[in-house]
Structure formats: C-alpha cells, structure tokens
C-alpha cells in the first residue's frame, strides 16, 4: 500500500490534543500550503487573531470549521481556555490575520500556557512577511536580525536604534504607515544617511511595491508621495 510522506508521519489530518501553528497568507489568498489547507479543514476549532478575516480565508478555500477568538487583549482568558480544550483530546489550529504565528503576536503567550503541560505543538510553515522581504531585497542573506516593530515610547526606541547602528547583519524591521516617516528619518539620523536600505509595501497584495536606495533617499522618496499599506524594511548591517 502506498503512503504519502504526510500519511506516514501522521499529519494527513489534525490529531486528538494537539496544537497546531498555521501560517496564513500575507496577501494573496493563493499563498497557503496544501498541508495547511488539509489541518485547517480537520481541526476540532481554529483560534483566530481575528475571525471575520479568518472566515473569509476559509471561505475562499471552501473550509468550515468552529472559530474561536485568541489576541493580545483576550490571551489571558483564551490560553487556559484552549489548553482545556487540548486536554479534552480537541484539535486546534492556531492562526494570525497574516503570516507566521508568533511573528509580533500572541502566539508566546499560548505556547508558555501548553509547554508544561506536554501538549504536542506542531508547525505548519508558511508565509512571513520579513522572509518575503529578505529574499527579494538584494541585501546580504547569510545573517539577518529580526527586530519586528521598534518601541513607540521614544527613550526606548533610540535605544534600540542606538543598538541596530552597530549591527552588522542585515535587520529586518516592520513600520506601520502613520510611522514610516519618523522611522526613515530616524534611520538616517542614527544609521547614517547613506546606509542601504529597502523598502517593501503590501506584499503579495494588488500594490506590492519593493523600493532600493539609502536612508536618505528613501525618505525623500516617501516624503513625496501618500504613504498607505504595510511596510517591511530590510536595512544592510554596518559595514564590519
């Protein structure tokens, strides 16, 4: 009898108890694996970072399943909620409205409420927006630093870009429009003006957008124009 590689390693469909970390497309709803598709159609309950987003995900691929709400400002209540449900034996896909969970979301936190109880975790890998970045970006690969979002209070955040000025691995940072500016000229006040930097906006989506130059005419450039979408920067390290 022939097996796939998936029936014999036992993930064809979602096991009893287990949790599973889905990642989810970052734009275009084609960027979903096969495997994902299949966990997420068998599953006991998906929790979802927000579920109306979710649903039409699963709509478009033809899945129903229950929805369960788990973000930042529900964790505290859904995590040992989630973790009863495994214990019953339910499976549960874990997603975020975009990409990897537990990239800049609260995925850590569910994962610290199951780890001591020995709850098998699985991942099904996919889209990330810093990934997706990175491979495109032309900037040096071999070693890159995730920095995510940078702190709002401005003390902290010109720590840490004090900090990334002497980074020598490319960073990889996520901006929302309304700071994009501020951080581009942050950036060339603390990088230098004419550091390499890349600027990639909705990828995947209808107006994906990769833009190549330095610190500072990257923020002549968006300083003449509206700035809309998200924003993934990939900036070159310091010159070692």
């Not at 989810?24 to 495997?35: A, F, K, V």
């Not at 995590?79 to 034996?89: D, V």
């Not at 500016?181 to 390499?196: D, F, I, K, M, N």
């Not at 833009?211 to 809309?228: D, H, K, N």
Request: aromatic share 4%; charged share 20%.
């Amino acid at each position: 009898m022939h097996h796939s590689p998936d029936a014999s390693l036992g993930v064809s469909t979602a096991e009893p108890g287990t949790l599973y970390v889905v990642s989810t497309p970052i734009g275009n709803l084609e960027d979903i694996t096969l495997r994902a598709l299949r966990i997420l159609g068998s599953v006991d309950i998906i929790a979802a970072e927000d579920t109306r987003h979710t649903r039409k995900l699963l709509t478009h691929h033809g899945i129903s399943r229950p929805l369960l709400s788990y973000h930042d400002h529900n964790e505290g209540v859904q995590a040992p909620r989630l973790l009863a449900l495994l214990q019953e034996g339910k499976s549960i896909a874990l997603v975020t409205d975009a990409g990897t969970p537990g990239i800049a979301d609260p995925a850590y936190y569910l994962l610290q409420t199951l780890l001591p109880h020995a709850i098998p975790i699985v991942p099904i890998p996919g889209p990330t927006a810093a990934l997706a970045a990175l491979a495109v970006s032309g900037l040096p690969t071999d070693r890159f630093v995730f920095e995510g979002f940078l702190p709002v209070k401005s003390g902290r955040r010109r720590q840490r870009l004090e900090a990334l000025a002497e980074e020598t691995r490319t960073i990889v940072l996520y901006e929302s429009p309304h700071r994009l500016l501020r951080l581009l000229q942050e950036l060339v006040t603390h990088l230098g003006a004419e550091r390499r930097l890349v600027v990639a906006r909705e990828l995947t989506k209808h107006f994906e957008e990769v833009v190549r130059g330095t610190t500072s005419t990257l923020l002549e450039t968006f300083q003449a124009r509206p700035i809309r979408g998200e924003f993934t920067l990939v900036i070159a390290g310091h010159p070692a």
